[in-house]
């Protein structure tokens, strides 16, 4: 049985997410632990009762008699829901897109949560509704697409909706030695990605062999073009090395304004390799 941790709070992008497990939970037995992170524990209890009221109320809407725990805990937003979220399968939280500014200045919270959590991170928009499409996953040209490529097979194998597999190319900057240019060979450039891609989606067909999976090499930044798949997918997952911001294919400003942008929720799957911001290495 799947076991799912919501952070909650009284906004709109708190509810989607709630809304987006309410859904899930009705396809699949899971557990809930809904965590409420405040910044004094002796403040304002009745907000707190009637927030858990309204996030019981929005689960049971899409899941009646799910069986619900609520956590109301002091700290610091992302240690907290990193800490409390650290045994369990899935950690899932709202984000408003059209408030990109406001969060940026309160310090890239979904970011920060990444950075800290041990298992994936749904990160759901605002406004979310369920829809039809595929299970979209990227492919880095490193080891941190591995376990995000493991979780996506698996989404959309127990979601009986089809995979596409999207890894995006580029040519390199010409490095400059002295007069002499080093150039490269396009086709050769595009080849080594072509490979790079069908190697991983001939492995996860071995591993799901009832799969249905697409795959898709676009000449174009990673973020830009998942975000291209993006009115067609269910979610989008991507792998991440824990750096605070998305790192490798993802790197930067673009990825973060991903988060606001492709308007479906967002998987982050973390590396075992790349342990948690603050864990003992």
């Known amino acids: 049985m799947e076991n799912i941790v919501v952070g909650v709070d009284d906004r709109a992008a708190s509810r989607a997410a709630l809304a987006w497990v309410g859904h899930r939970c009705a396809a699949h037995a ?7 992170v405040v910044g004094e524990v002796s403040g304002r209890r009745k907000a707190t009762a009637d927030l858990r009221a309204e996030a019981e109320h929005i689960l049971h809407e899409a899941a009646p008699g799910q069986a619900v725990r609520f956590h109301r805990a002091e700290g610091g937003v992302a240690r907290t829901l990193g800490e409390l979220s ?9 984000v408003d897109p059209a408030h990109p500014l406001r969060a940026a200045l309160g310090g890239w919270l979904p970011v920060r949560v990444i950075a800290r959590s041990v298992p994936p991170v749904c990160i759901v928009p605002a406004g979310w509704v369920p829809r039809e499409g595929s299970v979209t996953v990227g492919v880095d040209e490193d080891s941190s697409s591995a376990e995000a490529l493991e979780f996506a097979a698996k989404e959309a194998g127990e979601t009986s909706r089809r995979l596409r597999v999207v890894h995006a190319w580029h040519l390199p900057e010409p490095a400059l030695d002295g007069s002499a240019a080093l150039l490269v060979r396009p086709d050769r450039v595009l080849q ?16 799901f062999p009832d799969l249905h999976i697409e795959s898709d090499l676009v000449r174009s930044h990673s973020a830009e073009a998942l975000l291209d798949h993006a009115p ?24 973060q304004d991903m988060l606001w942008r492709a308007g479906c929720p967002i998987v982050v799957v973390p590396p075992a390799g790349f342990p948690p911001k603050g864990a003992q290495r």
Do not use: P
Request: proline residues 0%; charged residues 20%; without cysteine.
């Open 30 to 36: 899971a557990e809930v632990e809904l965590v409420h």
């Open 86 to 94: 650290a045994d369990a399968d899935l950690l899932v939280i709202g």
């Open 192 to 207: 080594e990605h072509r490979d790079l891609l069908d190697a991983a989606t001939q492995s996860l067909q071995r591993r």
């Open 232 to 255: 067609n997918a269910t979610m989008i997952v991507i792998g991440t090395h824990r750096e605070g911001v998305l790192v490798g294919g993802y790197t930067g400003s673009v990825a």
